[in-house]
């Protein structure tokens, strides 16, 4: 299959985002915490606050950015494959690095002191679950899962639907992914009480949205260049204003706070975040070159191991970084990122030469 040149841009561009939202979380985790946030958040001052609202609230398109990646590429299914080849496929190209890592994590972090052998035990129990406590990145992976199950189910749909039909699922889910600041302020709707969580628009919300946006982008929107950046420029800038303020107007600084309430907007299926999203994946689009630098490429063909083994990296570099050197949060969390990339890169790169490296990277 020819590359298209565009979504590995994409691609190592959410890969870094991924890593930026998890060295920001490291500003703002409670005391106590690990390398990532947990159900509760302080932050320390208010650059911290004004700081991680902006690098934190601007990447969080980064998940649905993959998602869309991925519907792009593979929905709706090829006609001549039928659905068991493609659950093979997609089975035999993430699941092997998937275990693997959680094996690694459920085991490696006794060597620092991370988690004991009892913990250790427990993850590594429970893998067929969940995924081990020092890997909360990994939740991604069991949505990602989850759309790749259902690409069959809905690519007969996606082959013969109209351009009309696909905007009213659209509008069904972007109108879904106002729910979370319904309940807020409205509390239960449609159908919402304690013995059913399954709202009239449940059919419609969650990443499947990205699904059907991305082949709509892919399929029925013929928009110019100069259109596509434009209105993707407007968009992107509406979702990361919309939702890096949904962050700052509400984390004070110096208090104890419940971290699903300052992150109502941080959600990767709210309207903000979709605006953000599908504004910054139309200027992605807009890119023609015949063929991208090679470390990129590299890069993109990398990043599946890359976002697997960050959180190794991750808290040597928030050791140097926050605490040893001790730079400010402006520019501690950058090079955090950017310090766990690269050392990412250059460790799956190396991964990459042993044979049969497809198993444990991708």
Not at 53 to 75: E, K
């Amino acid at each position: 299959m020819k590359r298209i040149v565009f979504l590995d841009y994409v691609r190592v561009f959410a890969c870094f985002l991924v890593i930026l939202v998890h060295a920001s979380e490291n500003f703002y985790g409670a005391a106590g915490s690990t390398d990532m946030v947990g159900p509760q958040s302080y932050l320390a001052s208010e650059t911290d606050r004004l700081w991680v609202a902006v690098y934190d609230g601007f990447s969080r398109m980064a998940v649905p950015l993959f998602m869309i990646v991925s519907a792009f590429l593979l929905a709706p299914m090829k006609e001549e494959q039928t659905t068991w080849q493609f659950y093979r496929q997609r089975c035999l190209r993430i699941l092997p690095p998937f275990f693997i890592f959680m094996i690694l994590y459920s085991t490696l972090p006794m060597l620092w002191g991370a988690i004991n052998r009892e913990t250790s035990l427990n993850d590594m129990s429970r893998i067929l679950l969940n995924f081990p406590s020092q890997a909360g990145h990994l939740w991604f992976m069991y949505p990602l899962i989850s759309l790749y199950l259902f690409i069959p189910i809905i690519s007969p749909w996606l082959s013969k639907a109209t351009k009309k039909e696909e905007r009213f699922f659209i509008g069904l889910f972007l109108l879904s992914t106002c729910m979370p600041y319904l309940n807020r302020w409205c509390g239960e709707v449609w159908g919402q009480c304690f013995w059913n969580e399954y709202h009239m628009l449940w059919y419609f919300s969650g990443y499947l949205g990205y699904l059907v946006l991305a082949h709509y982008i892919r399929v029925h929107l013929t928009w110019n260049r100069s259109k596509r950046l434009t209105v993707g420029g407007i968009l992107m800038i509406i979702g990361a204003v919309w939702t890096i303020y949904s962050f700052y107007i509400q984390a004070v600084p110096g208090e104890i706070l419940s971290t699903p309430v300052i992150e109502i907007g941080w959600a990767f299926c709210t309207i903000n975040c979709v605006l953000l999203t599908t504004g910054t994946f139309l200027i992605f689009t807009c890119i023609n070159r015949p063929k991208p630098p090679r470390i990129l490429t590299e890069a993109s063909k990398l990043s599946y191991g890359m976002y697997l083994m960050h959180i190794f990296w991750l808290g040597l570099w928030v050791t140097v970084f926050k605490h040893t050197l001790a730079l400010p949060t402006v520019a501690a969390i950058p090079c955090i990122a950017v310090s766990t990339c690269i050392c990412c890169f250059v460790t799956a790169k190396i991964i990459s030469f042993i044979p049969g490296s497809k198993w444990i990277i991708g």
